[in-house]
């Protein structure tokens, strides 16, 4: 194996560690007794509105994504969590709010530079 083919294994394998640390504990639960307004508040600071668009990268829950679309703005809220994703989903259909929900890792977006999708 090659110095570079380790190094991707090595991540690939960390990035699995990450996955599954996330996903055993309860991420939704520590957002919602340590900083139960610090996604909303974020929205609120940075001016996000109607038409805005928004891509909030590990977004784990959808603490900051989900007040983002209920401020108006469309949201892609990813994760490399997938546990997580689905938490967000459940949590934004409670509030009324449509955003997407994307499996992604951070230092691999699936999205173009200065894409609108």
């Known amino acids: 194996m090659t110095e570079a083919s380790e190094a991707v294994q090595a991540d690939r394998t960390l990035k699995a560690r990450h996955r599954a640390m996330w996903a055993q504990g309860d ?41 983002a679309a209920l401020a108006g703005a469309d ?16 949590l934004a259909a409670v509030r009324g709010a449509r955003l997407e929900w994307r499996e992604a890792d951070a230092e691999a977006l699936p999205f173009a530079d200065c894409s609108t999708s």
């Open 27 to 67: 991420y939704p639960s520590v957002v919602s007794h340590v900083i139960p307004d610090l996604g909303a508040r974020l929205v609120r600071e940075c001016g996000v509105r109607q038409g805005d668009r928004v891509l909030d990268v590990a977004a784990g829950s959808g603490n900051a994504a989900i007040p």
């Open 75 to 90: 949201v892609v809220a990813s994760d490399l969590t997938p546990e997580l994703l689905e938490i967000g989903r459940h």
